[in-house]
């Protein structure tokens, strides 16, 4: 059996990640992109699938971690019967190459350590070919499947059923480096990695880019490891921003909602550039703006709701049956089925942040602008179209009312983009059809006892609803905010935390229910401070902030009767919703805030 989701550790190089559990196990890795096949997949399994465990030989040694200041860095520090020793791993930032270093350092007396490989590619579907490349002076162990491969080096391995191990001490001063290279298998192997240059080199990268981060209040740690995660989890190559580096992690244990989450959505993707483009990081805007251009390019008809990481268009949905899930809860699957869904809340979403960059002071460039002027004639294309919402219905589609409410949101920014702005476009049209679409979400999208509702055709409520103040439909003291609140605390609110709809109202068209969706008490916290609640925000904020990990990590969901964290990790959604409600407590509320002169851009 895994680990607890909450007991992973999150290495990043911005291009792919690892998870590293508390004893020392490398169970997901996936080489040399975030959604490359698997090379370790016990995460989703057990060891036979893949992992790299590197601990104590003394059984009862205990672990404590932190990462290095400001990065992703993990230090591990064993303390055993006969020493203490720490354990440095990264994921290192370098331009032309992929590592993975393990680098164990002697603090006092002498600890044996034992390590396990245990290599199974292509999501445990091919077993390597290995063989031992190096000398009794520079062990090395290659490793070649199909077109990947990696060379292993650092410690002499030996065979044994499938497996590789190896035994070794270390003294106080002493320290033995492990790392991981991958390649392409038909390239010669890459040379050993300079350890002491890539972590002085990794440490400043990270701890360069986190400088700038001002945040003042008691979840400062918790913001500036949220934006962290956020960085994390942007491609530096492609600036493609993925939901979250793993699959099939489940939202319900034991059950069938496990998804994909390693793919650029754009509504993920726009409300992370939100979070960072509040906290004056410019340039990661200016990087997924460019990634956008070149992902929806062509025809605004065929614009998708997510892509690759380099705008890959072809993510059909797919079950991998070489992997039986995290502790069963079948299937695995890789691509994602919502790539075919139409969701209209996503180009409002896209527009709204695209908005935010032009008033930090992004310039638009010769084609950023003509591509928001297509998106909102898209918008207008589809105006009278049903869609799956937000969260990816799989049932029938409807006239979701956050989704027209988003819809009104693109409009609403290509007018001010015309009339603030100076920029050119329709905007009479654009104004009209916004009015008018404004009437029928007041008309229909409102119940009769005042609330909003998550469907023109149901009483029910939906947390997304609580965006409709961050966008600037309406007030967050508005009546029917308030009312919608109330509706959501009475129906939607699962010891203490928000779900994000009744899946017992069959709406979503799947079998099972799931935990609470954090983001949604992050909004709720958001939703308390607009209104004047603040002592209730920071309530709910302190519950949501304990629920970290021991790294400042969240995952999607929380199962509050299992205290556990449940659903892909880290999530982006998660994190991004973390630093809005912080920012909220600070003063900074609402997705205008920019405007408002409440942040200052660099």
């Known amino acids: 059996m895994p680990a607890p989701i909450e007991d992973y550790a999150l290495l990043s190089d911005c291009r792919t990640a690892a998870l590293v559990s508390s004893e020392g196990s490398i169970d997901w890795l996936c080489l040399p992109r975030f959604d490359a096949p698997s090379v370790f997949g016990a995460l989703l399994g057990d060891p036979s699938h893949g992992c790299w465990t590197l601990r104590p030989r003394d059984a009862s040694a205990t672990a404590t971690r932190r990462y290095l200041p400001d990065t992703f860095i993990l230090i591990t520090r064993w303390e055993s019967e006969d020493g203490v020793a720490e354990v440095q791993e990264f994921l290192p930032m370098t331009e032309d190459r992929t590592d993975l270093v393990r680098r164990v350092i002697g603090v006092s007396g002498n600890v044996a350590f034992t390590t396990e490989l245990r290599m199974h590619f292509d999501y445990a579907r091919a077993l390597p070919w290995v063989r031992q490349v190096g000398s009794d002076q520079a062990p090395a162990l290659s490793a070649i499947a199909g077109p990947e491969a990696v060379v292993v080096r650092g410690v002499a391995l030996a065979a044994s059923d499938h497996a590789h191990t190896a035994d070794f001490t270390v003294a106080a001063g002493e320290h033995r480096e492990l790392v991981l290279t991958w390649h392409a298998s038909h390239e010669t192997e890459p040379a050993p990695l300079d350890v002491e240059d890539a972590i002085a080199r990794t440490s400043a990268w990270w701890q360069g880019w986190a400088s700038p981060i001002e945040h003042d209040g008691p979840y400062r740690d918790a913001v500036v490891r949220s934006l962290l995660v956020l960085r994390a989890l942007t491609d530096r190559d492609t600036g493609g921003i993925v939901a979250a580096p793993t699959t099939s992690l489940p939202e319900e244990f034991g059950g069938s909602r496990n998804w994909d989450y390693r793919y650029v959505w754009l509504r993920d993707a726009a409300l992370t550039l939100e979070s960072l483009i509040a906290h004056g990081f410019l340039a990661e805007a200016h990087h997924w703006r460019r990634w956008l ?60 942040a695209l908005e935010a960059a032009r008033i930090a002071g992004l310039e638009e460039s010769a084609f950023s602008w003509p591509l928001q002027r297509a998106l909102i004639d898209r918008v207008v294309a589809d105006i009278d179209r049903q869609d799956n919402g937000i969260w990816e219905i799989r049932g029938p589609v409807r006239w979701f009312t956050h989704s027209r409410v988003m819809m009104w949101a693109a409009l609403d920014r290509g007018v001010r983009a015309v009339h603030e702005h ?40 939906d947390a997304s609803l609580l965006t409709l103040p961050q966008v600037g439909y309406c007030a967050a003291d508005d009546p029917r905010m308030l009312r919608t609140v109330e509706q959501m605390e009475q129906t939607l609110m699962r010891d203490g935390l928000l779900m994000r709809y009744r899946t017992s109202s069959g709406v979503d068209g799947l079998e099972g229910g799931e935990h609470p969706f954090l983001a949604c008490s992050f909004w709720l916290v958001e939703q308390y401070a607009a209104s004047g609640r603040l002592d209730e925000a920071r309530v709910l904020m302190d519950r949501l902030v304990g629920l970290v990990n021991d790294l400042g990590l969240l995952s999607e969901e929380y199962d509050v009767g299992g205290a556990r964290q449940a659903g892909n990790t880290p999530q982006a959604f998660s994190h991004l919703t973390l630093v809005r409600a912080a920012d909220a407590l600070g003063g900074h509320s609402g997705r205008a805030a920019h405007r408002r002169g409440g942040v200052a851009s660099r």
Do not use: C, K
């Open 293 to 352: 251009l070149r992902a929806v390019a062509g025809e605004p008809a065929e614009v998708q709701i997510m892509y690759g990481i380099a705008g890959e268009r072809d993510l059909a949905e797919r079950v991998v049956t070489s992997l039986p899930g995290y502790d069963g809860a079948a299937p695995v699957r890789v691509g994602n089925g919502a790539v075919q869904q139409y969701q209209g809340d996503v180009l409002g979403e896209v527009l709204v």
């Open 422 to 461: 100076g920029l050119t476009g329709d905007a009479d049209r654009w104004e009209q059809v916004r009015d008018r679409l404004h009437a029928e979400i007041d008309e229909r999208g409102v119940h009769r006892d005042g609330y909003f509702v998550q469907h023109y055709d149901t009483d029910e409520v």
